[in-house]
């Protein structure tokens, strides 16, 4: 994860930690990479609903999942921690928002260089 957050990327990796069921899975992933039909019978929940959650993990860059073949040709999926420390304060909010603002900026000046560009074609 980032040291430095969007408040987009902040609010995603809050969210995700926001829900009891995604808490048991990072604690669970805490012991290291799991085959997912592991994980789901540890955590006595089924497959689909595993999947969401960890799709939610994942999105917000806090786990990491891979295709593996098995020895018979079997697709795999494992899932494992991505290494991350999320630590929220005034501070935080301030930074991600500040990352916002020059994202903002970098965008518009952009915007504007190919509007230009595109003028003088003309």
């Known amino acids: 994860m980032n040291e430095t957050l969007t408040s987009?990327?902040?609010?995603?990796a809050l969210t995700a930690i926001g829900h009891p069921l995604r808490l048991r899975i990072i604690a669970e992933l805490a012991g290291g990479r799991?085959?997912?039909?592991?994980?789901?019978?540890?955590?006595?929940?089924?497959?689909?609903?595993?999947?969401?959650?960890l799709d939610r993990l994942e999105k917000a860059d806090l786990v990491?999942?891979?295709?593996?073949?098995?020895?018979?040709?079997?697709?795999?999926?494992y899932?494992?921690?991505?290494?991350?420390?999320?630590r929220v304060t005034a501070d935080t909010v301030v930074r991600a928002l500040a990352e916002d603002d020059k994202n903002f900026a970098e965008d518009?000046?952009?915007?504007?260089q190919a509007?230009?560009?595109?003028?003088?074609d003309r």
């Not at 990491?64 to 999926?77: I, N, P, V, Y």
């Not at 509007?115 to 003088?120: G, T, V, Y």
Request: glycine share 6%; aromatic share 6%.
């Open 34 to 53: 799991v085959h997912v039909s592991e994980l789901a019978r540890r955590l006595g929940m089924s497959r689909p609903l595993l999947y969401m959650h």
């Open 79 to 86: 899932f494992e921690l991505a290494p991350f420390e999320l």
């Open 8 to 12: 987009e990327e902040l609010v995603a």
């Open 64 to 77: 990491a999942g891979s295709l593996e073949l098995s020895e018979d040709g079997k697709a795999m999926k």
């Open 115 to 120: 509007l230009d560009a595109k003028e003088s």
């Open 108 to 112: 518009k000046k952009n915007t504007e």
